[in-house]
């Protein structure tokens, strides 16, 4: 393996370029670029692998500045050819190229297979030539979490695991190239910088003198990074807590913590028990005496497992809350802490078949999402919000057991006439589209918006692309059926790995 190597200022090259592994992404490299004269320079990497190149981010120079790069990107096993090219806006140079040797990754690395049902497509742009899907696995020789990013070939591009086995079930991108985690089995939020390097574990306890509300530990579900509005950049995290709500009842209660990893300071934080003690929930909506169609455990009567942040029309925050054993989505105002609505069978909407008819016709509880997960905001128009979520469907009404289905499943919303409407539907009650998912999932809009993105939860996890509006599948990333916890929770696309 070719640890380092230094580039002299060989064939007018203005740089010198040292390229070495990254420890802490074996599928990655650094290259120390150090600027030489008294001009600055733009300057980035270009990585080539099994015949495919990838462009690094630009870096600017100053004059005799020295910075490291990070490259993604690179395939296990295979050599990888590395060139930095460096512009001072009116000349170019390219360094020579030199081959970096990728280590073959672990025996134990998580495999899956991917299939798709027309090769051609992976080659189209709405397809995204450079694309990655990203996911939690487990190494299981040694039960140890690693997020990983597969391209649509289904070939590892990028990793990342923590020093001590946490295994992270969501990972969210930094502003500043670096990550943001959360785990499954440990309660902290983990900062890492561009090169993988851990530089922030946040326990509760950490956050407790800077919050409103107690929050007794860090929920794996869900891990926001806020790109837009008056807390851009900030780390928005998921929290839950027990509270005696009365002599021996116990109910777990679930909150939010706005974060600003740069600051380490708190900007917002929410409880649904609000002040502990004293018998009733911050808001009257968030009952701790009901629960949903598809729950039968009291104590846990949120199980809260995703969080969506949107923007109002007048600029103002407002944070929606999946809440699996309700079977309700609720919307939360960061300003009052109240519950503005809940959307979900018994809730404050009626499910209609067309919003824009005269006289638009209720639809069947049935055809409520139950148990779900993993809702995203696709567009938003006034008054109107078009979403898509991961209907589990669990406990569906009018259904046995062994007749459950789970669908991803399009929603327009009408907040002025609180009515909403289906719209695209991936997943049938019987037939080859008919799959069920107990837990976990997502749904998502991935590329030009031409395609959704499914992830079907336990057990035997699949990644579908399917097309929009016909629902036709395009491909498919499948795992094979593990123990829950080791199983993916949560896909993401992005259009590059260094997204």
Same mark, same amino acid.
């Given at each position: 393996?070719? $640890? ?18 990254? /420890?802490?992404? =074996? $599928?990655?490299?650094?290259? *120390? ?14 990585? *080539? ?11 600017? $120079? ?9 490259? %993604? ?22 360094? =020579? ?59 590892? %591009?990028?990793? $990342? ?50 919050? %409103? ?42 909150? @939010?913590?706005?974060?600003? /990893? ?23 909506? @968030? ?5 949903? *169609? ?64 005269? *006289? ?14 993993? /809702? ?11 979403? @898509? ?17 789970? %669908? ?20 049938? /009650? ?70």
């Amino acid at each position: 393996m070719i $640890l380092g190597l230094l580039l002299a200022c060989t064939g007018g090259f203005p740089a010198s370029v040292k390229v070495q592994a990254n /420890p802490n992404d =074996p $599928l990655g490299a650094l290259v *120390t670029v150090g600027a030489v004269g008294e001009s600055g320079l733009t300057a980035w990497v270009e990585s *080539t692998v099994d015949g495919d190149t990838l462009d690094g981010p630009e870096t600017s $120079l100053s004059a005799s500045d020295k910075t490291t790069l990070v490259v %993604r990107g690179l395939l296990g096993g295979q050599t990888a050819e590395i060139t930095v090219v460096a512009t001072d806006g009116g000349q170019r140079w390219t360094s =020579p190229t030199r081959d970096l040797d990728v280590p073959a990754l672990p025996s134990d690395w998580p495999v899956c297979t991917v299939t798709t049902s027309d090769p051609a497509w992976l080659e189209n742009d709405n397809a995204g030539p450079s694309a990655v899907v990203c996911s939690n696995g487990v190494l299981r020789q040694a039960l140890t979490g690693v997020s990983y990013c597969v391209d649509l070939k289904g070939r590892p %591009r990028w990793s $990342l695991a923590h020093a001590t086995g946490l295994i992270m079930r969501v990972v969210r991108s930094l502003p500043d190239g670096g990550h943001a985690a959360v785990g499954y089995d440990q309660s902290a939020l983990v900062i890492f910088d561009a090169q993988g390097r851990e530089t922030g574990w946040y326990t509760p306890t950490w956050f407790a003198d800077q919050t %409103r509300f107690v929050h007794d530990w860090i929920d794996g579900h869900e891990l926001l990074v806020l790109n837009e509005g008056p807390w851009q950049g900030a780390v928005v995290i998921l929290t839950s807590t027990w509270d005696e709500v009365s002599p021996d009842t116990w109910r777990l209660g679930y909150g @939010i913590i706005v974060f600003d /990893p740069v600051s380490e300071t708190v900007l917002w934080d929410w409880s649904a028990h609000g002040k502990l003690g004293d018998g009733v929930p911050i808001d009257p909506a @968030i009952d701790y005496d009901r629960l949903g *169609t598809s729950a039968t455990d009291p104590e846990r009567f949120m199980h809260s497992n995703a969080l969506v942040y949107r923007l109002l029309p007048d600029g103002s925050p407002e944070f929606w809350m999946s809440v699996r054993h309700q079977d309700w989505i609720i919307a939360i105002d960061p300003d009052t802490d109240a519950v503005r609505w809940r959307l979900g069978l018994g809730g404050d909407f009626t499910l209609v078949d067309d919003l824009d008819a005269a *006289t638009p016709v209720p639809l069947s509880d049935a055809d409520w999402f139950f148990a779900q997960h993993g /809702p995203a905001i696709e567009s938003q128009d006034g008054d109107r919000v078009r979403m @898509i979520l991961f209907d589990n469907g669990k406990w569906r009404p009018g259904l046995t057991e062994d007749e459950w289905y789970s %669908r991803a499943l399009e929603l327009t919303l009408d907040l002025s006439t609180m009515q909403a409407a289906p719209g695209f539907i991936y997943g049938d /009650p019987s037939g080859p589209d008919s799959f069920f998912a107990l837990g976990g999932g997502n749904a998502a809009p991935i590329g030009d918006g031409s395609t959704v993105q499914v992830l079907k939860g336990w057990d035997a996890t699949a990644v579908s692309h399917i097309s929009y509006p016909q629902g036709d599948l395009l491909w498919r990333w499948e795992c094979p059926d593990l123990p829950d916890e080791q199983e993916q929770y949560r896909a993401i696309y992005l259009g590059s790995v260094y997204e």
